[in-house]
Every structure is written in structure tokens, then in C-alpha cells.
T-cell receptor
Framework: DGGITQSPKYLFRKEGQNVTLSCEQNLNHDAMYWYRQDPGQGLRLIYYSQIVNDFQKGDIAEGYSVSREKKESFPLTVTSAQKNPTAFYLC????????????FGSGTRLTVV | AQSVTQLGSHVSVSEGALVLLRCNYSSSVPPYLFWYVQYPNQGLQLLLKYTSAATLVKGINGFEAEFKKSETSFHLTKPSAHMSDAAEYFCAVSGGGGTSYGKLTFGQGTILTVHP
């Protein structure tokens, strides 16, 4: 079955470390998205990519970086510049059509220790 | 630009009671509207979507939503709540062109609690 896979499910980061969250999809979707979720704050867009080798900043891109070298993969790096990285991170993909919506991964919970 | 407002960050109902989760949208173009459900520590799952075919949309788990253009609303309902419906629900709108093509704008979410 096609789907979108996020790994790891839980991740612990020490202060000052960079960590990378994986997102892989086998749906042949062109567009991919990263969201951050904090209690009571809904979903906030970090980065998105609508085509390979191209991506755009979302609303809260500071302290994060991404790459899109392959259609299937859209990893998110949380850098040491992100001062409050503890959150639930969601990856999503879409064919990019207005009437399609997103398919979501199951999320990665990142905790700073 | 599109926006979505979900009225009520928390809704509490008794098991067997009507569920009504409110969503109002703002869009400069004909919208496509979506409802997603999220269970704790999981991703979002599509419940239903409006894509202009019919104003009353039926989704999974007995949920439905009605698109009302005059009220710019897309409220989610279920006639009889079940304990398993307890989750967070998100309304989203898609529309517009250019670089935002297909990108969703989400509401802030509504947490549904179901009491026995």
C-alpha cells in the first residue's frame, strides 16, 4: 500500500545538536510539507516543496532546514538555532491539485533533553 | 488569501448526543474544504471533503458536513456521538493559484470530548 512514512516516531535531542527527521512517500506525490504542532496552536507550516530541488519557507522556518533531492523524500533538519524545538512534527504530501487535500504521516515527537 | 475559523477550541458531548463542530471560511475563489481528524500522537486522517459536486458531503465514521455558501460555513456533524469519536478535528480550505496551488490553510482545531 502507498503511504507516507515518518521516522523516528520519538526523538530526543540534546541542547546544541542538529537532528534530522525523515519523511518518505511512495504515493508519487509532487508536493510535500512539514508542519509543527504544539498544544493549542494548531498546525504551523515550516517548509513546503512543490517540485524536486525546490522548496519554500512557511510561516515558522527559522531554525529549520530542508532538502528535496528526490521526489520521494523531504527530510527536515532541526538546527541548534531553533530555540524551542520540543514539539510534534508532521509531514504531509499531495498531488498539488486544489481538490485533493493531503496525506499525512504519523508524526515524530521531538523532545529536548 | 484563504482563512479558516473553527468556533470553539473544545467541545464536550455525551455519548449518543449530536456532534456539531463549526467551521467558517474566507476565500476569494471557490473553495475546496476538508475535515481531518487526529487521534493522540497520530497524524491527521481525512474525514471528508467538499469539491463542489454536492453541498452535503458524507464521510467516514458517520460524519457529514454541509457546505453553505451564503454563510461561508462547512460545519461537521454526527447524529450520535461514540466514545471513539474523541479526538481533535481540523477544518481546512484549499484554493488560489500560483505558488499556493493545492496548499491547505488549517483552522486551529477543535478537541472533541465524549462523556459516557
Amino acid at each position: 500500500d502507498g503511504g507516507i512514512t515518518q521516522s523516528p516516531k520519538y526523538l530526543f535531542r540534546k541542547e546544541g545538536q542538529n537532528v534530522t527527521l525523515s519523511c518518505e512517500q511512495n504515493l508519487n506525490h509532487d508536493a510535500m510539507y512539514w508542519y509543527r504542532q504544539d498544544p493549542g496552536q494548531g498546525l504551523r507550516l515550516i517548509y513546503y516543496s512543490q517540485i524536486v530541488n525546490d522548496f519554500q519557507k512557511g510561516d515558522i522556518a527559522e531554525g529549520y532546514s530542508v532538502s528535496r533531492e528526490k521526489k520521494e523524500s523531504f527530510p527536515l533538519t532541526v538546527t541548534s538555532a531553533q530555540k524551542n524545538p520540543t514539539a510534534f512534527y508532521l509531514c504531509a504530501s499531495s498531488i498539488g491539485a486544489q481538490n485533493y487535500g493531503y496525506t499525512f504521516g504519523s508524526g515524530t515527537r521531538l523532545t529536548v533533553v | 488569501a484563504q482563512s479558516v475559523t473553527q468556533l470553539g477550541s473544545h467541545v464536550s458531548v455525551s455519548e449518543g448526543a449530536l456532534v456539531l463542530l463549526r467551521c467558517n471560511y474566507s476565500s476569494s475563489v471557490p473553495p475546496y474544504l476538508f475535515w481531518y481528524v487526529q487521534y493522540p500522537n497520530q497524524g491527521l486522517q481525512l474525514l471528508l471533503k467538499y469539491t463542489s459536486a454536492a453541498t452535503l458531503v458524507k464521510g467516514i465514521n458517520g460524519f457529514e458536513a454541509e457546505f453553505k455558501k451564503s454563510e461561508t460555513s462547512f460545519h461537521l456533524t454526527k447524529p450520535s456521538a461514540h466514545m471513539s469519536d474523541a479526538a481533535e478535528y481540523f477544518c481546512a480550505v484549499s484554493g488560489g493559484g500560483g505558488t499556493s496551488y493545492g496548499k491547505l490553510t488549517f483552522g486551529q482545531g477543535t478537541i472533541l470530548t465524549v462523556h459516557p
